[in-house]
């Protein structure tokens, strides 16, 4: 059974920092590997689509990583601002579905 | 970019009543959709996969009588929670692709359901 896993829960950082979200899965049978985004009280906004043939996509000050066989995605947020504040959920496209991990939350203070 | 709408946003309704919840691919045909939950502070849940024209797979624990899914078109797909309860009470977020196996997934907005 596929698992998805995020570290951490929850990150605090100051304005400006640059900070690395964690996921990893247990099954490397996956197609893709998607970031997203979630604000408070709302849908997903798909951040980066990594093809499991991939080991990289990068959009703006966003770089997701990874490396199937280790079953590891990271996604790298460069000069962190306010508005990046929102949770952040890592899924894998595994049998015809999307698992989610637990998403981090991340604030980003000013 | 692809849009998926659900309808409504947001609905209370009484305890013991049914609600439904519409998830449309507004400009591609969506084979294939899918139906989430999500609790506060957690993440999404699959509940169901809904082919065209076909019954929808669920995931094990979703009880197929109550949330009643149909997915009688390329652009609709339909979510009926019968006889709601107020743990029913979540966010419900449905999902389109062109087909499993590399597609990319489109999301809806979601939809609050209070059930009082």
């Known amino acids: 059974k596929q698992e998805v896993t995020q570290i951490p829960a929850a990150l605090s950082v100051p304005e400006g920092e640059n900070l690395v979200l964690n996921c990893s899965f247990t099954?490397?049978?996956?197609?893709?590997l998607q970031w997203f985004r979630q604000d408070p009280g709302k849908g997903l906004t798909s951040l980066l689509l990594?093809?499991?043939?991939?080991r990289e996509q990068t959009s703006g000050r966003l770089n997701a990583s990874l490396d199937k066989s280790s079953g590891r995605s990271t996604l790298y947020i460069a000069a962190s601002q306010p508005g990046d504040s929102a949770t952040y959920l890592c899924?894998?496209?595994?049998?015809?579905?999307?698992?989610f991990g637990q998403g981090t939350e991340l604030s980003v203070k000013p | 970019g692809a849009v998926v709408s659900q309808h409504p946003s947001w609905v209370i309704c009484k305890s013991g009543t049914s609600v439904k919840i519409e998830c449309r691919s507004l400009?591609?045909?969506?084979?294939?959709m899918f139906w989430y939950r999500q609790f506060p502070k957690q993440s999404l849940m699959l509940m169901a996969t809904?082919?065209?024209?076909?019954?929808?797979?669920?995931e094990q624990g979703v009880e197929k009588d109550k949330f009643l899914i149909n997915h009688a078109s390329l652009t609709l797909s339909t979510l009926t929670v019968t006889s709601a309860h107020p743990e029913d009470s979540s966010f419900y977020i449905c999902?389109?692709?062109?087909?499993?196996?590399?597609?990319?997934?489109?999301f809806g907005e979601g939809s609050w359901l209070t059930v009082v």
């Open positions: 999902s389109a692709s062109k087909g499993v196996g590399g597609n990319t997934i489109y």
């Open positions: 099954d490397s049978a996956i197609y893709n």
């Open positions: 990594i093809q499991s043939s991939q």
């Open positions: 899924a894998v496209e595994h049998g015809g579905k999307l698992i």
């Open positions: 400009d591609f045909q969506a084979t294939t």
């Open positions: 809904s082919n065209e024209g076909s019954k929808a797979t669920y």
